[in-house]
């Protein structure tokens, strides 16, 4: 620690600190423009100069790291002057059209002016006259506002690690710009808005809506995916219309991605239900609350009572709060008498949590979204941990930046590929096999720990397990060559410090439950705890819902049982989830909603499911009422009541109560506090925890042959978020269609053109998308994003119930 | 070039350090950079691609448009000015209709400001691609030009 005095007052300081730090850190404010406390010192504006005792040059505090007994003062008539002299000389060419910037009143510039300057310039001097770059799709750049501080590169270089715009030139003449002054083409997170100390970049659907003293701030937890991010939404006239990220605030510490900052607009979406419907021949009609309650509580109790409470199945949400889920469960339990209970973590996050209580006998995994920095070594197994948890992802970017050895295992050109020490470039769905032959490796070059391994149960099956996996094989199956497989290995197990991360989410075929359990092996082989395998929960509330319960009941049937197997279930409650879109083999399941007696789907708009119900309920969405989320790592988060509602939607939790009133229960939940208490006195099971070797063999999933030539990687795009974020409007700006990506290669043997239709087809069903050729993706696989309900990519997919992953093997024809 | 950029890789802590002289390399293979260099060089180095055109649009030794086959760089700092040079200046302009920063219409010259050369002594001095030339005058400065075609 060093002590030093900050205008007189004794501070004391780590190592290392720099002045400005020093002095935010004791609330001692600074003026600065360009200073961030997410990167590194800069040094641009000079505006946070201080005096320090012995120095005759005055210092910028935000690059000078503080002495022992240092003398700082950050506020004298010398140094006024010359924060004076630079504020004039930045307004000789800023254009002071504040009348017409939404910046005004928030600006950095104008608050410090107001302080410091005179109403009279000692310059003269031009203003830039470029044009705005008003071409792309959410992100607007005005460079005659900006005043060069360089914010917004380091911020979209350093830590979004993108570098989509850049300084360009020199002098006046100086300016940011994309590479080659197109318009911007980036991911769009819009951190750089958020960056932006004055007006010259912006977000294009908040343009010219408010003057930012009409503004009213509330903090609340995003609802896409298990980040858990707190975002700071600007409501006016009761409506969000503004999301912005505050320094140093919530898990995210004021960090967010594209659908954070973009995607709350879908709760504005002109489909959203606004009245309950009741089928009328082949549409709906518009039905009082009273009138649908009362027609699904009669028809509920017929099914009942016909063939019993096991013909009834509920579907619930983890995109829904804690108490939603809670109420459907509590709805099944007590009031239809049902286990059938069910999500669409059954083909994610249930593969994980089933590979975490074999391996661990752990409830759940300590997930730290820390926990990559300091890592000497991190393995990413075909997870593209940048697009389904955006913010987290940002953290491997930032470990790998600080020295941390990273190899990403991906099919997949990435971000994270992009940034890795080492890419290994593996067949789709080979991750079990290369985690196989790394654990030989250990073992042959007694590369593990044996003390702690030898205390774990089952390590001769494991040995027995890995014998054919040799370095030989492991580049067969997954075509990474031998000295590279060999080599990267070696590393990662003589590393000081390990961690393995992946994801299984609902819409990526790469993995399955034995991906995890190898995984696991390998950490437990080499001496590591569950800490070091991160595998977070998918959507916002996927690991409060899981948690809370809802997973199949012991006696209960599951999603597999109840959709897919061959006596499905003869009603169907569906809450807040669109199985005819995102479940896999969309065919199978389109038959069984359409072959149900009865189906109710609560939802916030007419989805394809809701289409298919008899009865359609309109829910309030995550921004319209009071619950909790619980966030991949295991933190409890309330969601508030922020926005006002058109039409008569209800929180999904109240639906339900007021459900089970209708159908003559009393089931409590008077309010969502009385709701919340009970749910706090239910005591989770304790766990012993037991770790044990669980081997695994490389299943492959579809293997491609003359038919079906081509291997389909299905997963997340950046900008979306399973069939939740296409209803907004914003970034359906930026992506709006499906697409399939193909390589040159490929492209060229298919006869496919950029931008031209193709027919993709599997062994279940076809679908037509348009064609991107990309080399992001190697000769002989196809990438398919799933989020665009009309595309019905699902259509291809299929179930995966042997650990394997579910891959698919296509075929694809150009459409002339 | 792929290769001599592959070569000069190795020689620095991470490819960011490599970025100037692997900027020379394809100013040398093309005589100037053009958007295709830069895209080339932004690949080959795995930076963002605005990241190249930023530092090649900062430094003034980089060309951003199509170059003449011989380059001259004229000094008109302190000591070659005393001595002449915006004479020589104005004489390239007459003769070859060479404008700083531009191109003669054969394709034969480009004519570039330089910072000083370090040739004061010898002042004025000029660059022609890589030779040095030295107290020039009008009369010398034609027959130098004229051995490059």
């Not at chain 1, 939404?102 to 300057?117: N, P, R, V």
């Not at chain 2, 020589?88 to 531009?102: C, I, M, V």
Request: hydrophobic share 40%; glycine share 8%.
């Amino acid at each position: 620690m060093i002590t030093l005095t900050i205008n007189g007052k004794k501070v004391v300081v780590p190592v290392g600190a720099t002045i400005l730090e020093a002095a935010l850190q004791n609330g001692i404010e600074i003026p600065n423009l360009c200073y961030d406390k997410r990167l590194s010192p800069y040094g641009a504006c000079r505006l946070c100069v201080v005096e320090v005792e012995g120095q005759k040059k005055l210092l910028a505090a935000c690059s000078t790291p503080v002495t022992e007994g240092m003398e700082v003062k950050t506020e004298t008539p010398k140094l006024f002057k010359a924060r004076q002299t630079v504020l004039e000389l930045l307004l000789v060419h800023h254009p002071l059209d504040c009348p017409v910037c939404d910046k005004a009143g928030e600006c950095k510039l104008q608050d410090l002016a107001f302080k410091y300057c005179s109403t009279k310039s000692r310059f003269k001097g031009e203003k830039k006259h470029e044009l705005v770059d008003t071409g792309s799709p959410i992100v607007e750049r005005n460079s005659n506002r900006c005043i060069l501080c360089g914010k917004c590169v380091r911020v979209c270089g350093e830590l979004q690690g993108v570098g989509a715009i850049n300084l360009l030139g020199r002098g006046f003449a100086s300016k940011i710009s994309p590479a080659f002054e197109e318009t911007l083409d980036c991911e769009f997170c819009g951190q750089c808005i958020d960056a932006c100390p004055v007006g010259a970049l912006g977000s294009k659907p908040y343009k010219y809506s408010s003057r930012a003293w009409f503004l009213e701030a509330h903090d609340n937890i995003c609802p896409y995916c298990g980040v858990g991010c707190t975002v700071t939404y600007d409501i006016r006239d009761g409506k969000i219309i503004r999301a912005k990220g505050i320094e140093g605030k919530g898990i995210n510490e004021g960090n967010l991605c594209v659908k954070g900052r973009f995607g709350f607009d879908f709760i504005y979406s002109k489909t959203r239900l606004k009245t309950p419907l009741i089928k009328e021949g082949d549409g709906f009609k518009s039905a009082s609350w009273e009138e649908a309650l009362n027609h699904i509580a009669k028809k509920l109790k017929a099914i009942k009572d016909a063939n019993g409470a096991d013909a009834i199945g509920a579907i619930g949400s983890p995109r829904c709060t804690v108490e939603d889920n809670f109420m459907l469960r509590k709805f099944m339990k007590d009031v239809i008498g049902s286990d059938n209970i069910d999500s669409s973590a059954r083909f994610g996050y249930a593969k994980i949590q089933r590979a975490v209580e074999m391996s661990f006998g752990l409830e759940s995994l300590p997930v730290d979204f820390n926990s990559p920095l300091g890592k000497e070594a991190i393995l990413i197994i075909e997870s593209d941990i940048t697009s389904t948890h955006p913010v987290w992802g940002l953290n491997f970017l930032k470990a790998q930046r600080k020295g941390s050895f990273l190899i990403t295992a991906d099919t997949r050109e990435t971000k994270l590929t992009r940034h890795s020490s080492q890419w290994l470039r593996l067949k789709p769905g080979t991750g079990t096999a290369l985690l196989n032959g790394i654990i030989k490796i250990a073992f042959d070059e007694g590369l593990y720990d044996k003390e702690k391994a030898s205390r774990i149960s089952g390590l001769s099956f494991l040995s027995d397990g890995v014998k054919d996996y040799t370095s030989k094989k492991v580049s067969d199956i997954t075509g990474i060559s031998e000295d590279i497989f060999i080599n990267t290995a070696k590393r990662f197990l003589k590393a000081g410090s390990r961690l393995i991360s992946l994801t299984i989410g609902t819409s990526e075929d790469t993995k399955g439950l034995n991906t995890a359990l190898a995984a696991a092996n390998l950490l437990l082989l080499i001496g590591e705890g569950p800490a070091s395998l991160q595998m977070p929960a998918e959507y916002c509330n996927t690991f409060g819902m899981w948690h809370q319960g809802l997973r199949q009941g012991r006696s209960g049937r599951d999603i597999i049982s109840m959709l897919y197997g061959e006596d499905t279930v003869k009603a169907l409650y569906i809450m807040g989830e669109n199985p005819a879109v995102t479940f896999p083999d969309a065919s199978t399941v389109d038959k069984a909603l359409r072959g149900l007696d009865f189906l109710v789907v609560q939802d916030i708009m007419l989805t394809e499911t809701a289409k298919l119900a008899d009865v359609v309920l309109p829910a309030a969405s995550w921004a319209e009422k009071d619950g909790t989320f619980i966030c991949a790592e295991g933190i409890e988060q309330k969601v508030q009541k922020i926005s006002q509602t058109e039409g008569e939607p209800v929180p999904d939790w109240q639906i339900l109560r007021n459900l089970s009133r209708a159908m003559g229960f009393e089931v409590g939940a008077k309010d969502i506090s009385a709701l919340q208490d009970e749910i706090n006195e239910i005591k989770t099971a304790e766990r012993t925890a037991e770790t044990i070797f669980n081997p695994v063999e490389y299943i492959p999933g579809e293997v491609p042959d003359a038919d079906y030539p081509l291997t389909m990687i299905t997963g997340n795009l950046m900008q979306h978020s399973g069939a939740l974020s296409v209803m907004s409007r914003s970034l359906s700006h930026v992506l709006a269609d499906a697409f399939l990506q193909i390589s040159n290669a490929d492209a060229e043997k298919y006869n496919v053109r950029d931008e031209g239709f193709v027919k993709v087809a599997s062994r279940r069903g076809s679908v037509m998308v348009k064609a991107r050729i990309s080399d992001e993706v190697p000769q002989g696989s196809v990438f398919l994003p799933v989020h665009f309900p009309h595309a019905k990519i699902n259509t291809l997919t299929h179930l995966s119930l042997n650990g394997e992953a579910p891959l698919s093997a296509v075929k694809i024809e150009a459409v002339k | 070039m792929l290769k001599e950029i592959e070569d000069i890789k190795a020689k620095y802590p991470d490819t960011r350090a490599a970025l100037l002289p692997a900027l020379y390399i394809a100013q040398k293979e093309f005589g100037w950079l053009s958007l295709d260099a830069m895209k080339a060089v932004a690949n080959a180095l795995n930076l963002p691609e605005s990241d190249v055109r930023g530092t090649a649009s900062f430094y003034s030794m980089f060309r951003l448009k199509p170059a003449g086959r011989n380059l001259i760089q004229l000094c008109t700092n302190i000591s070659c000015m005393i001595l002449g040079a915006e004479r020589l200046r104005d004489l390239l302009k007459d003769r070859y209709g060479l404008l700083p920063g531009g191109t003669t219409e054969d394709g034969r010259f480009s004519l570039v400001i330089m910072e000083c050369i370090g040739a004061c002594g010898t002042a004025p001095a000029m660059l022609v691609n890589t030779d040095l030339y030295e107290n020039l005058t009008e009369h010398n400065i034609a027959e130098i030009l004229g051995k490059y075609k």
